[in-house]
């Protein structure tokens, strides 16, 4: 808008903002990954990431809150102080930022706050996604087994996909490692999405982060296998990004483990990583940025 005065730009600036979210510092990867900090208008701190991958696709992990409720022991975000739920204007703000520098075509709702506690405003947010070019089939939401939210996106008219968030092939490891588990135990989690797979006919991705001497051993894999029915679910195994708290399963045990689950007829995948050295992989969101 350079052919209005100057004065007029700033007053538009100020009074009519492009965003409700205000860049703060952003981050860049060798491998092309973008992590940017944000504040909300009330001080709040939000993080989002664009990951860029050889094929051309770029995706956009997006937060729902700011901070996280959820405590979940291996994960950055949960180490943080709560903040509040985003408003859908906020969410979908954070992937507008990309999309002004590039076109996006892929959106998982990963990372920061568990979506299915806010999820009036990420729906809201999904229904205008298609608006910035991401449709709904290339859009994902995570989950850690929150129970009434797997129940509601089964009844979503959306074809958006579901990830649940697993990480333990039993309550007792899924407990120490993500005391939600203690409010909705597994049975009641994988109940939950066979209903999602009955009404919706889609398969659920389950995410399974590698901890080193943890949640990897071959009986943990032999355990996950006879959990989860080969014809509903894909398993997407996650090199553990460094948080502090643990130590992350080696290349090796990771391949000896997605083998046993291959051996049970479990498909299984190994998540590439991205923007690991600015902390922007999995799990590693927490309003700081590196470098």
């Given at each position: 808008?350079?052919?209005?005065?100057?004065?007029?730009?700033?007053?538009?600036?100020?009074?009519?903002?492009?965003?409700?979210?205000?860049?703060?510092?952003?981050?860049?990867?060798?491998?092309?990954?973008?992590?940017?900090?944000?504040?909300?208008?009330?001080?709040?701190?939000?993080?989002?990431?664009?990951?860029?991958?050889?094929?051309?696709?770029?995706?956009?992990?997006?937060?729902?809150?700011?901070?996280?409720?959820?405590?979940?022991?291996?994960?950055?975000?949960?180490?943080?102080?709560?903040?509040?739920n985003l408003s859908a204007d906020e969410i979908l703000?954070?992937?507008?930022?990309?999309?002004?520098?590039?076109?996006?075509?892929?959106?998982?709702?990963?990372?920061?706050?568990?979506?299915?506690?806010?999820?009036?405003?990420?729906?809201?947010?999904?229904?205008?996604?298609p608006d910035v070019g991401v449709t709904h089939r290339?859009?994902?939401?995570?989950?850690?087994?929150?129970?009434?939210?797997?129940?509601?996106?089964?009844?979503?008219?959306?074809?958006?996909?579901?990830?649940?968030?697993?990480?333990?092939?039993?309550?007792?490891?899924?407990?120490?490692?993500?005391?939600?588990?203690?409010?909705?135990?597994?049975?009641?989690?994988?109940?939950?999405?066979?209903?999602?797979?009955?009404?919706?006919?889609?398969?659920?991705?389950?995410?399974?982060?590698?901890?080193?001497?943890?949640?990897?051993?071959?009986?943990?894999?032999?355990?996950?296998?006879?959990?989860?029915?080969?014809?509903?679910?894909?398993?997407?195994?996650?090199?553990?990004?460094?948080?502090?708290?643990?130590?992350?399963?080696?290349?090796?045990?990771?391949?000896?483990?997605?083998?046993?689950?291959?051996?049970?007829?479990?498909?299984?995948?190994?998540?590439?990583?991205?923007?690991?050295?600015?902390?922007?992989?999995?799990?590693?969101?927490?309003?700081?940025?590196?470098?």
């Amino acid at each position: 808008m350079t052919n209005l005065p100057a004065a007029l730009r700033d007053l538009l600036a100020t009074s009519v903002p492009l965003s409700t979210l205000e860049v703060v510092e952003e981050a860049k990867s060798d491998d092309g990954t973008v992590k940017t900090l944000f504040r909300t208008a009330d001080g709040k701190s939000v993080e989002a990431v664009l990951m860029r991958y050889r094929d051309g696709r770029r995706s956009v992990c997006l937060s729902s809150q700011s901070g996280c409720p959820l405590t979940c022991t291996f994960c950055a975000t949960g180490q943080m102080k709560f903040g509040r739920n985003l408003s859908a204007d906020e969410i979908l703000d954070q992937a507008l930022h990309f999309r002004r520098v590039e076109a996006i075509d892929h959106v998982v709702f990963m990372g920061m706050g568990e979506p299915t506690m806010n999820l009036d405003a990420v729906l809201a947010a999904c229904e205008r996604l298609p608006d910035v070019g991401v449709t709904h089939r290339r859009t994902a939401i995570s989950t850690v087994g929150w129970v009434p939210g797997i129940d509601r996106l089964a009844g979503c008219e959306m074809p958006v996909s579901l990830a649940l968030s697993l990480h333990a092939p039993n309550d007792g490891l899924r407990s120490q490692l993500m005391p939600v588990n203690d409010r909705y135990p597994l049975a009641e989690v994988l109940a939950a999405c066979e209903r999602y797979r009955a009404r919706r006919r889609r398969k659920v991705f389950v995410e399974y982060v590698m901890l080193d001497g943890v949640n990897d051993l071959p009986e943990h894999a032999r355990q996950l296998a006879e959990l989860l029915d080969p014809r509903g679910y894909k398993v997407n195994l996650i090199p553990y990004n460094p948080t502090g708290a643990y130590d992350g399963s080696s290349p090796e045990r990771i391949e000896r483990f997605r083998a046993i689950l291959a051996e049970h007829r479990l498909t299984a995948t190994v998540r590439l990583t991205r923007g690991r050295e600015i902390a922007a992989a999995c799990g590693q969101l927490a309003a700081s940025l590196a470098g």
